[in-house]
């Protein structure tokens, strides 16, 4: 099974707003609400941001926020902050019961 | 406080064999599915597989299924990954994850991981 695409990097300024997309298929993305974000700093281990679409677990800055329509999800970091700069991750759970991670995006913050 | 420690990698050559474990601690470990994710050098992350808590169910990615053995020890609060006839690709760092709960396909705890490198 292929990754999930996301776009291979996107850049904002402080205090902007950026969206990544996470695109799948009727097999993972669209066929449940198990779509979650991971952030990873360079050399550290990835950190859960948001889970089941739009659930942002307890530590979690409300600036993340989820959502998805149809096949793709997408993650939206409002107020950007230097500590954003990272790779950031989505993941799906698929009809195969696996789990599929997207390639990556890198986000730059200007 | 959450902490899943995991040890055993090293370099291996290819076709050769290593076990992995993932030593957790600061939860109830049998109330969690746990997963293993890996990530190349450079590269994005890729799930291996993940073994619910009573052991009874289990899934692999396809580049690692018939290779790979995923299992866990209860009674020790660990996780194990037994990989054989290992190749170049399956060079990385290595992450012992737990899912969340009542869930298995999102990861809330993250060990630091263990590299495997396969070279000959």
């Known amino acids: 099974q292929s990754a999930l695409t996301q776009p291979a990097s996107v850049s904002g300024s402080p205090g902007q707003s950026i969206t990544i997309s996470c695109t799948g298929t009727?097999?993972?993305?669209?066929?449940?609400?198990?779509v979650s974000w991971y952030q990873q700093h360079p050399g550290k281990a990835p950190r859960l941001m948001i889970f089941?679409?739009?659930n942002r677990p307890s530590g979690v800055s409300n600036r993340f926020s989820g959502s998805q329509s149809g096949n793709t999800a997408s993650l939206t970091i409002s107020g950007l902050q230097a500590e954003d700069e990272a790779n950031y991750y989505c993941?799906?759970?698929?009809?195969?019961?696996?789990?599929?991670f997207g390639g990556g995006t890198k986000l730059t913050v200007l | 406080q959450v902490q899943l420690v995991e040890s055993g990698g090293g370099l291996v050559k290819p076709g050769g064999s290593l076990r992995l474990s993932c030593a957790a601690s600061?939860?109830?470990?049998?109330?969690?599915?746990m997963s293993w994710v890996r990530q190349a050098p450079g590269k994005g992350l890729e799930w291996v597989s993940y073994?619910?808590?009573?052991?009874?169910?289990?899934y692999y990615a396809d580049s690692v299924k018939g290779r790979f053995t995923i299992s866990r020890d209860n009674a020790r609060n660990s996780l194990f990954l037994q990989m054989n006839s290992l190749r170049a690709e399956d060079t990385a760092l290595y992450y012992c994850?737990?899912?969340?709960?009542?869930?298995?396909?999102?990861?809330?705890?993250w060990g630091h991981g263990t590299l495997v490198t396969v070279s000959s």
């Open positions: 073994i619910s808590a009573s052991g009874n169910t289990i």
């Open positions: 994850a737990r899912a969340g709960i009542a869930s298995r396909h999102y990861f809330d705890y």
């Open positions: 009727s097999s993972d993305v669209g066929a449940f609400n198990y």
């Open positions: 600061g939860f109830t470990f049998t109330d969690y599915y």
């Open positions: 993941s799906s759970y698929t009809s195969g019961s696996t789990v599929i």
């Open positions: 089941d679409v739009s």
